[in-house]
T-cell receptor
Framework: DSGVTQTPKHLITATGQRVTLRCSPRSGDLSVYWYQQSLDQGLQFLIQYYNGEERAKGNILERFSAQQFPDLHSELNLSSLELGDSALYFCASSAFGTAHIYGYTFGSGTRLTVV | AQTVTQSQPEMSVQEAETVTLSCTYDTSESNYYLFWYKQPPSRQMILVIRQEAYKQQNATENRFSVNFQKAAKSFSLKISDSQLGDTAMYFC????????????FGKGTKLSVKP
């Protein structure tokens, strides 16, 4: 157990639907990162939060949004889902200013399948 | 923009042998960090080893070592005494200093260790 908890582990939904993926960072970590892993695009950075504030955005679609709550858990919301959104979505966390030293701690991911 | 290239989609090695995974990257930055992550079938992303660009000495972690060639922008991973548990996807990743800790990943190399 890495200490980063992602729920659900698997999710199957239909095109056009909306889903919410949840992440609880490792205890003490204030930074949360979301990544999408797909066969064709590989691992792509989506968005980063630090202590409730958005810090950086990557290749995140406008249909996707995220937030980090006061208790530091984060949610990634995916709407108007398309078949191409099927992927493994990872959450990772790090302590402030240490990502370059220790890397991230990753969760085990949420496997999203859009049918 | 930075890019990371792993030119070997798949590799295999016999148990107890040594294998080297290649990684090249493209950047105009002088201060950055490089990582190797392992993703076993359990899909958990695990940090294997990291290197700071300003350090000439190659990083080593037990059976894992890197060959960092800054001028050539090359960052290969050597696994000695390969074990069955080393079977996994291996991802090379780049982090620009001051980038809020966001990682840019290569497409990965699938390593199979054969008994």
């Amino acid at each position: 157990d890495s200490g980063v908890t992602q729920t659900p582990k698997h999710l199957i939904t239909a095109t056009g639907q909306r889903v919410t993926l949840r992440c609880s960072p490792r205890s003490g970590d204030l930074s949360v990162y979301w990544y999408q892993q797909s066969l064709d695009q590989g691992l792509q950075f989506l968005i980063q939060y630090y202590n409730g504030e958005e810090r950086a955005k990557g290749n995140i679609l406008e249909r996707f949004s995220a937030q980090q709550f006061p208790d530091l858990h984060s949610e990634l919301n995916l709407s108007s889902l398309e078949l191409g959104d099927s992927a493994l979505y990872f959450c990772a966390s790090s302590a402030f200013g240490t990502a370059h030293i220790y890397g991230y701690t990753f969760g085990s991911g949420t496997r999203l399948t859009v049918v | 923009a930075q890019t990371v290239t792993q030119s070997q989609p798949e590799m295999s090695v016999q148990e107890a042998e040594t294998v080297t995974l290649s990684c090249t990257y493209d950047t105009s930055e002088s201060n950055y960090y490089l990582f190797w992550y392992k993703q076993p079938p359990s899909r958990q992303m695990i940090l294997v080893i990291r290197q700071e660009a300003y350090k000439q000495q190659n990083a080593t972690e037990n059976r894992f070592s890197v060959n960092f060639q800054k001028a050539a922008k090359s960052f290969s991973l050597k696994i000695s005494d390969s074990q069955l548990g080393d079977t996994a996807m291996y991802f090379c990743a780049f982090m620009r200093r001051g980038s809020q800790g966001n990682l840019i990943f290569g497409k990965g190399t699938k390593l199979s260790v054969k008994p």
